[in-house]
């Protein structure tokens, strides 16, 4: 088993940043990947980033040119910086991690792109974004 916890969350200003932060524990492998996702009410959960075992990224739309995913597998810590933050960004960001690496997938447009939250195995609770306009 994997244990995800995430931090970093709170309420910002429209144009705002924040870092959010993933720990990792458990039965880690040197082969997992994980990513960021993100729940709005009422929304279906989606990808925003994710980070495969030898470094290599994959952004959302959404996410792209505004969000940086780092990792530090030293620390087993994985990061999402985000900037320019809008009030669309309000959601509950979820931390999720897979042994299956990698954890982006190259979609029919040959963009490489998170894979689908039912591909990941193991999630944390989950930590609050609120941008206000």
């Known amino acids: 088993q994997v244990q995800l916890v995430e931090s970093g969350g709170g309420s910002v200003q429209s144009g705002g940043s924040l870092k959010l932060s993933c720990a990792a524990s458990?039965?880690?492998?040197?082969?997992?990947?994980w990513g960021w996702f993100r729940q709005a009410p009422g929304e279906e959960r989606q990808g925003v980033a994710a980070?495969?075992?030898?470094?290599?990224?994959s952004y959302a739309d959404a996410a792209k040119g505004r969000f940086t995913i780092t990792q530090d597998r030293a620390k087993n810590t994985m990061y999402l910086q985000m900037n320019s933050l809008q009030p669309e960004d309000t959601a509950m960001y979820y931390c999720a991690a897979d042994t299956e690496d990698p954890c982006g997938v190259y979609s029919d447009d040959y963009t490489y792109r998170p894979r689908p939250p039912s591909d990941f195995t193991y999630w944390g609770q989950g930590t609050q974004v609120t941008v206000s306009s």
């Open positions: 458990g039965r880690t492998t040197s082969r997992y990947c």
């Open positions: 980070i495969d075992a030898d470094g290599s990224t």
